[in-house]
């Protein structure tokens, strides 16, 4: 009897799907990775619409506040935003340097933290692991500024690569468990 369960079918094309997905975000990563200026750019660009679209909607929304009236707060957020993106998208190097800049130092106060966190969890099991974290986090900062102003090139597309790299793995990893899951489905 070799009859299909449509449980297990589902599960097939969740598999074949979470597969599909996770190829692409492999090569996107290697992509980004072998071309890190670009993927850096793109990222900064995106963000740079992101900021205008933002800017935009926080303007909008100023001239309704106070039931008519204008918040000038949030229009003048508005406005800095929609021009700090619009500043980002047509030189996307500034947008590069910037979150270069905020990344190393995001990655210093975190890297204290986890240092901090992991000497405070020190009789307890895994704490290594949160030290670790906070010096790799020390590390990469350092490898930042040690290469300042080159490592806004490169940094920003390395970080997204990566990033895309695991998702890609995980997509990967999720699609084999899907797999798994029909054929324990189709074996009962």
Same mark, same amino acid.
């Given at each position: 009897?070799? @009859?299909?369960?449509?449980?297990?079918? &589902?599960?097939? /094309?969740?598999?074949?799907?979470?597969?599909?997905?996770?190829? $692409?975000?492999?090569? =996107?990563?290697? =992509?980004?990775? !072998?071309?890190?200026?670009? !993927?850096?750019?793109?990222? !900064?660009?995106? +963000?740079?619409?992101?900021?205008?679209?933002?800017?935009? &909607?926080?303007?909008?929304?100023?001239?309704?506040?106070?039931?008519? *009236?204008?918040?000038?707060?949030?229009?003048?957020? *508005? +406005?800095?935003?929609?021009? *700090?993106?619009?500043?980002?998208?047509?030189?996307?190097?500034?947008?590069?340097?910037?979150?270069?800049?905020?990344?190393?130092?995001?990655?210093? &106060?975190?890297?204290?933290?986890?240092?901090?966190?992991?000497?405070?969890?020190?009789? @307890?099991?895994?704490?290594?692991?949160?030290?670790?974290?906070? /010096?790799?986090?020390?590390? #990469?900062?350092? #490898?930042?500024?040690?290469?300042?102003?080159?490592?806004?090139?490169?940094?920003?597309? &390395? /970080?997204?690569?990566?990033?895309? =790299?695991? !998702?890609?793995?995980?997509?990967?990893?999720?699609?084999? $468990?899907?797999? $798994?899951?029909?054929?324990?489905? @189709?074996?009962?």
């Amino acid at each position: 009897m070799n @009859e299909s369960h449509p449980i297990a079918d &589902v599960a097939k /094309v969740g598999a074949a799907g979470s597969s599909m997905w996770g190829i $692409a975000l492999l090569i =996107l990563g290697m =992509l980004a990775i !072998a071309a890190p200026f670009v !993927a850096g750019t793109a990222t !900064a660009v995106l +963000i740079g619409i992101v900021l205008i679209a933002a800017g935009v &909607v926080m303007t909008v929304a100023a001239f309704g506040a106070r039931k008519g *009236g204008v918040g000038i707060f949030t229009l003048l957020l *508005g +406005i800095v935003m929609a021009l *700090g993106g619009i500043a980002i998208v047509v030189r996307p190097m500034i947008g590069l340097v910037s979150i270069t800049v905020a990344l190393a130092v995001y990655l210093v &106060v975190d890297g204290i933290f986890q240092i901090i966190a992991g000497f405070q969890a020190r009789p @307890e099991k895994g704490w290594v692991w949160s030290l670790f974290g906070g /010096v790799l986090s020390l590390l #990469l900062a350092f #490898l930042i500024w040690r290469q300042w102003p080159s490592s806004a090139m490169w940094f920003v597309g &390395v /970080v997204v690569g990566v990033r895309l =790299l695991f !998702a890609g793995w995980a997509m990967l990893m999720l699609g084999g $468990a899907k797999a $798994a899951v029909a054929d324990i489905i @189709e074996r009962a």
